[in-house]
């Protein structure tokens, strides 16, 4: 079979180069239509019940996940120039297009009651604006006895203010976010520049918008940067440009190819399918070495072009095949969650995977067929004395040490084992962002100053049309509002309850003794002055009251403290009250958010990753199974490629690396990479059982020398080419990057030490053919050296 492919690759070499070439026009005319994805979310299932809570939340009263905020503490402010510098930003900000609202300061309105039309009013206090600094003075004192604002846009203790803003939804989901935050941020710098206050900005729509701004700046230096580590390490290597050139070409194409895959399905970009071009780039160039190094081989014993690009794709293509598609499973497992970015990143990553071995095997052989041959320097590589002398270390080693290499193995993995214990899964909202960063301390600052800025929401639903505005719900509501107000990490909550409190004060003249509920007494008529409002007043209270008077929300800002925190904060004390306020009444509350989705959301993930995992685990082991037909040699092929994964997982419990998406994701993809190096290995060595009459100490040393210089190529390549993710300025990425480069290298040793050593001692060598699927590929065991080859009747005469 792989002696007709090899021969029909070499008869129709232009033919199938020029395939390639027109598949990757059409790709690259595909890619054109990739965008980037700014949608935030989508890993909770839609399906789920605390996903459906949220959309119907959603519905009822709108958006939770849209208010920007700008941030300030500065005495200055309240000083005449510069108050009058902060208005004029609050109208700039208000006049951009896709701002909904703006509530400052120096928008603060009043509530005053119409006793003629039994109504409220809402008026503007700084409207007309102050002539002086004394009417100024006068009207902050006015807007800081309006209770409703204290914790909300001033904090009555520090002095701080706020700008909340509300962002369209339709520009949060869209690139129009970008331009919308470069003008609300430039007509911030105006106001720092003429005020010397500095200005502190946090919310979801702009870390969303800011954090995406860097991750694709992230993705095209990470790109760039694989392809020049890469290329440099090629001809470190190989000293030869055809060797680097035709590599970097075909890893260009199989690029060119996953964005098109994009374009083609329909995806976007995300921080996950973002990261596939430079992963493929990384994961591609072993293919190359492996090619390269068997043809570079090949000449040097016979100087056949023509036989040695043969003999590549008949004993290379059939190995490099099972590595190729071992790698694809370790991404293509995550098309079995029901998680949309992890289907698509593993459905475009493993279906691309799968075609670089479809493009080596057939491009480096065709493309290679038309250059001279390698000679001299070119092959110099082949007797390099450090991995010559590297391999013959590592052979002596297995032959006369392997207990201690199963004793120290043994203890690593204890101890590997114990720090994996303190390995623990913590989420953040903002995650991943260096503590001394911009964003990470405008956060603090909202955190210090006002609670947090996360939303977080609580839907009470009384279970009866109008219970809402019954007093005894009131006041258990109030009650239980007071109790959240007392945790530092959630902000002063909002609902009908603020507004009845409001309307109180205003009933009173504006007196803040009586911002509170109104007693029995008052409260019909109150609430008489509430049902006359304008419609554009009682919209406001419809984000908080449905259309039904049943259920009400109660919207708050909570610090961004992590799953831990913050799950403990719901269910040791949040819920205690709700069971104390409400546990005797048939009222129920429930908290939802998008600060509560997201947390679950990276538990769900994290979840769904571990699945994926045991079942790369299995299909590896079956494949395994089905090449070499043996659980003995299952057993021995899978240890190596543990341990590296149980030596990962200690070091992020003793160094305190928290088990994340992105740090979840290392083990799936380098199980999948890692277990390569012991095909390769395993193929080679049961070829050599058969050369050298089942000797497996002989098997050993040929398999190692054979196969160990290009194991330990295409480990530096991808060391050196996971290394570069980190270079990141998210947390999670360079630790992706840090942690697969380490679990690789290991993996390196331990297929070079431990999986020979392990054969060494419980293997007894002895095999038949037709013991394993790889058994039954022709002319595996004979490397042909006399094979003739007709040039005429492969067109190369």
């Not at 003429?194 to 992230?218: C, D, F, V």
């Not at 399918?273 to 072993?286: H, K, S």
């Not at 909002?494 to 003794?513: D, E, L, M, R, T």
């Not at 939802?592 to 989705?597: K, Q, S």
């Amino acid at each position: 079979m792989w002696t007709k492919f090899a021969h029909f690759v070499l008869k129709n070499r232009i033919a199938l180069i020029g395939i390639i070439g027109i598949i990757t026009v059409f790709m690259g005319y595909n890619a054109r239509t990739v965008e980037m994805s700014y949608e935030y979310g989508g890993i909770v299932p839609k399906d789920d019940a605390e996903m459906v809570f949220f959309d119907q939340f959603k519905e009822t009263f709108g958006e939770d996940g849209n208010i920007l905020a700008i941030g300030l503490n500065n005495p200055k402010v309240y000083e005449y120039d510069d108050f009058k510098n902060l208005n004029y930003l609050s109208q700039e900000i208000s006049r951009i297009e896709g701002v909904n609202d703006v509530l400052s300061l120096p928008k603060a309105v009043k509530i005053v009651k119409d006793t003629e039309k039994k109504k409220f009013d809402l008026v503007p206090i700084f409207k007309p604006f102050p002539d002086n600094q004394h009417q100024l003075d006068s009207l902050i004192q006015v807007a800081k006895e309006q209770k409703f604002y204290a914790g909300q846009i001033i904090n009555e203790k520090t002095n701080a203010t706020l700008l909340l803003i509300s962002i369209n939804k339709n520009y949060l989901d869209s690139n129009k976010r970008f331009q919308l935050m470069d003008d609300i941020q430039r007509a911030g710098d105006q106001f720092q520049e003429h005020t010397g206050i500095e200005l502190h900005y946090a919310g979801l729509p702009y870390i969303r918008a800011t954090l995406s701004t860097k991750m694709k700046a992230e993705l095209q230096m990470f790109l760039v940067l694989s392809l020049a580590v890469t290329a440099l390490i090629l001809w470190v290597f190989f000293r030869s440009w055809d060797a680097v050139l035709v590599p970097i070409i075909l890893i260009g194409i199989i690029v060119i190819w996953s964005t098109g895959t994009l374009g083609i399905l329909g995806y976007k970009i995300t921080m996950l399918t973002g990261l596939i071009p430079p992963i493929i780039v990384v994961i591609g160039i072993p293919n190359s070495i492996y090619l390269l190094n068997k043809y570079h081989q090949e000449i040097s014993r016979h100087g056949n072009k023509i036989r040695a690009l043969s003999l590549v794709i008949r004993k290379i293509g059939v190995v490099t095949l099972i590595t190729n598609v071992t790698t694809a499973i370790g991404f293509l497992v995550l098309t079995t969650t029901n998680i949309g970015i992890l289907k698509e990143f593993g459905i475009v990553a493993g279906i691309n995977i799968l075609a670089t071995f479809f493009v080596s095997i057939i491009f480096i052989p065709a493309v290679f067929s038309y250059l001279p041959p390698p000679n001299g320097k070119r092959l110099n590589h082949l007797n390099s004395k450090f991995t010559q002398k590297m391999v013959n270390m590592l052979d002596i080693t297995v032959h006369r040490h392997p207990i201690i290499i199963f004793t120290v193995s043994g203890i690593i993995a204890v101890v590997s084992i114990y720090g994996m214990s303190k390995m623990n899964a913590i989420s953040y909202m903002v995650d991943d962002i260096p503590e001394d960063s911009k964003i990470m301390t405008d956060l603090r600052f909202f955190e210090n100053n006002f609670g947090g800025v996360m939303p977080l929401q609580f839907v009470v639903d009384t279970g009866k049309p109008k219970g809402v505005m019954s007093l005894s719900t009131m006041k258990k509501v109030n009650k239980f509002e007071e109790a959240l107000a007392n945790e530092h990490i959630i902000s002063q909550p909002v609902s009908i309850i603020s507004f009845v409190k409001a309307s109180s004060q205003a009933f009173y003249n504006g007196n803040p003794n009586y911002y509170k509920l109104p007693n029995s007494r008052d409260k019909n008529f109150i609430l008489r002055y509430l049902s006359n409002q304008d419609e554009d007043q009682s919209g406001l209270l419809n984000s908080f009251v449905d259309s039904t008077g049943q259920k009400m929300r109660i919207s708050c800002m909570v610090a961004d403290v992590g799953s831990h925190k913050l799950g403990e904060l719901l269910s040791d004390k949040v819920q205690p009250e709700i069971d104390s306020i409400f546990g005797n009444s048939k009222i129920t509350v429930k908290p939802t958010g998008t600060t509560l989705l997201f947390v679950k959301g990276n538990d769900f993930l994290i979840n769904n990753l571990k699945k994926s995992m045991a079942l790369a685990f299995v299909l590896i082991a079956f494949i395994m199974a089905a090449l070499f037909g043996r659980v003995r040699i299952i057993i021995i092929s899978l240890i190596p490629n543990i341990l590296p994964l149980l030596i990962t997982a200690g070091i992020m419990g003793y160094f305190g690396i928290s088990l994340k998406p992105s740090t979840a994701l290392i083990f799936s993809i380098t199980f999948g990479i890692a277990v390569d190096d012991s095909i390769h290995f395993l193929a080679k060595y049961r070829q050599e059982l058969f050369a050298n009459n089942f000797f497996v100490p002989l098997a050993i040393s040929k398999s190692l020398k054979e196969t160990g210089m290009s194991m330990i190529y295409t480990s530096i390549v991808l060391f050196f080419g996971f290394v570069i993710f980190s270079f990141s300025q998210f947390g999670g990425t360079k630790a992706l990057g840090i942690l697969t480069s380490i679990t690789l290298m290991i993996a390196m040793f331990t297929n070079l030490i431990l999986l020979p050593a392990l054969l060494m001692v419980f293997d007894k060598g002895k095999r038949k053919k037709g013991d394993g699927l790889i058994e039954h590929y022709e002319d595996f065991y004979h490397e042909d050296e006399d094979e003739e080859i007709d040039l005429r009747r492969l067109g190369l005469s």
